[in-house]
T-cell receptor, first 112, second 113 residues
Framework: DQQVKQNSPSLSVQEGRISILNCDYT??????FLWYKKYPAEGPTFLIS?????DKNEDGRFTVFLNKSAKHLSLHIVPSQPGDSAVYFC???????????FGTGTSLTVIP | DAGVIQSPRHEVTEMGQEVTLRCKPI?????LFWYRQTMMRGLELLIY????????DSGMPEDRFSAKMPNASFSTLKIQPSEPRDSAVYFC???????????FGPGTRLTVT
């Protein structure tokens, strides 16, 4: 039923180290993927995206990797900072489509 | 721009009461989305509109839920009658039609007792 899965509800990382957040999807028709970041009492905000024609997209400290054969993507944050502590949602869609399917989120805590 | 505006930010109501959540999208955006966030299911899309027309409401859980978008700058999500299991955070988001990035409002935390 859940087409996008984030199996780790929480993750704790020391400041300066790498944070790796994982996401799996089941629908092979998905060809566009996004990560959103959410602070408490705020709405999610767009972080980074990747289309299925790529296997990597980088934006500063944030890199998203896509493994289409495994239907898996991951978000790497290097180096992690305390301000990165938030809930991260993975989302998937068909390119050009309006409908996004979100995961349940992973709560990241970066320890100073 | 002020971003997506939602009201109220918090709503506490008793079971059986009608609840109306409101959303003002970003000016110029022509797609609007209603989501519900729960611990078990994460962010679920309830319904979305393109150019004020409902496109897909398959995520609306029951007939108790209804949504309208009478014009480009306003949308409502109504629950009648409300039940305790409706307690969740409800988000509204808007985007340009076909654009992949959606802009979310701050959410309405609904508690039904």
């Amino acid at each position: 039923d859940q087409q996008v899965k984030q199996n780790s509800p929480s993750l704790s990382v020391q400041e300066g180290r790498i944070s790796i957040l994982n996401c799996d999807y089941t629908n092979s028709m998905f060809d566009y993927f996004l990560w959103y970041k959410k602070y408490p009492a705020e709405g999610p905000t767009f972080l980074i995206s990747i289309s299925s024609i790529k296997d990597k997209n980088e934006d500063g400290r944030f890199t998203v990797f896509l493994n289409k054969s495994a239907k898996h993507l991951s978000l790497h944050i290097v180096p992690s900072q305390p301000g990165d502590s938030a809930v991260y949602f993975c989302a998937a869609s068909k390119l050009g489509g309006n409908q996004f399917y979100f995961g349940t989120g992973t709560s990241l805590t970066v320890i100073p | 721009d002020a971003g997506v505006i939602q009201s109220p930010r918090h709503e506490v109501t008793e079971m059986g009461q009608e609840v109306t959540l409101r959303c003002k999208p970003i000016s110029g955006h022509n797609s609007l989305f209603w989501y519900r966030q729960t611990m078990m299911r994460g962010l679920e899309l309830l319904i979305y509109f393109n150019n004020n027309v409902p496109i897909d409401d398959s995520g609306m859980p029951e007939d108790r839920f209804s949504a309208k978008m009478p014009n480009a700058s306003f949308s409502t999500l109504k629950i009648q009658p409300s039940e305790p299991r409706d307690s969740a955070v409800y988000f509204c988001a808007s985007s340009l039609l076909g654009d992949v990035e959606q802009y979310f409002g701050p959410g309405t935390r609904l508690t039904v007792t």
